[in-house]
Antibody
Framework: QVQVMQSGAEVKKPGASVKVSCKAS????????MHWVRQAPGQGLEWVGR????????SSAQNFQGRVTMTRDTSISTAYMELSRLTSDDTAVYYC???????????WGQGTVVTVSA | QTVVTQEPSFSVSPGGTVTLTCGLS?????????PSWYQQTPGQAPRTLIY???TRSSGVPDRFSGSILGNKAALTITGAQADDESDYYC??????????FGGGTKLTVL
């Protein structure tokens, strides 16, 4: 079935970087954009950015520009989101979500918990 | 920066109808913003309900409907059930490859 599976939880120190992966299965990876969304503890959803797996082109929220790098490896149908210069405010669950071509999100990953702590 | 607005909380009686809205701090929401709606219960990933204003995602019951009401996007739940008690988020496409979520509405069914 169509699904996206994310990498496991991460614990990082302030100033470090984290790279989260999102492996797609059950569909043609390069046919659908992939978004990244995060949710801090007790807070709402926040859009981080999007990658076109076909071209590699990306866009990101202003809050993350200069700190987020989204890449993909089409040979293994996997998208990556790397966030640098981490602070405690980056502690959150990070989700990847497929865009079905309607400027929305349909298939969500299970989430990856990223904890930033000294 | 434009803010997407949602009611922080709402309550509905079992069997009742509730309409949640999604607006802009400046301007009106139209179909050009491709509003979509998501349901989330604690500890779970969001579930897609509605996309492109009024298209139900696969498997979503027709109790959930989307529309534009006045200058806002709207999610209407008819015949509310206990397991509709969740957080609901809208997201708008702002153009130029940018999306913005609303702050979410906590729906209580009581």
């Amino acid at each position: 079935q169509v699904q996206v599976m994310q990498s496991g939880a991460e614990v990082k120190k302030p100033g470090a970087s984290v790279k989260v992966s999102c492996k797609a299965s059950g569909y043609t990876f390069t046919d659908y954009y992939m978004h990244w969304v995060r949710q801090a503890p007790g807070q709402g959803l926040e859009w981080v950015g999007r990658i076109n797996p076909n071209s590699g082109g990306t866009s990101s929220a202003q809050n993350f520009q200069g700190r987020v790098t989204m890449t993909r490896d089409t040979s293994i149908s996997t998208a990556y989101m790397e966030l640098s210069r981490l602070t405690s405010d980056d502690t959150a669950v990070y989700y990847c979500a497929r865009d079905p071509g309607s400027d929305a999100f349909d298939i969500w990953g299970q989430g990856t918990v990223v904890t930033v702590s000294a | 920066q434009t803010v997407v607005t949602q009611e922080p909380s709402f309550s509905v009686s079992p069997g009742g109808t509730v309409t949640l809205t999604c607006g802009l701090s400046s301007g009106s929401v139209s179909t050009s913003y491709y509003p979509s709606w998501y349901q989330q219960t604690p500890g779970q990933a969001p579930r897609t309900l509605i996309y492109s204003t009024d298209t139900r995602s696969s498997g979503v019951p027709d109790r959930f409907s989307g529309s534009i009401l006045g200058n806002k996007a709207a999610l209407t739940i008819t015949g509310a059930q206990a397991d509709d008690e969740s957080d609901y988020y809208c997201v708008l496409y702002m153009g130029s490859g940018i999306w913005v979520f609303g702050g979410g509405t906590k729906l209580t069914v009581l």
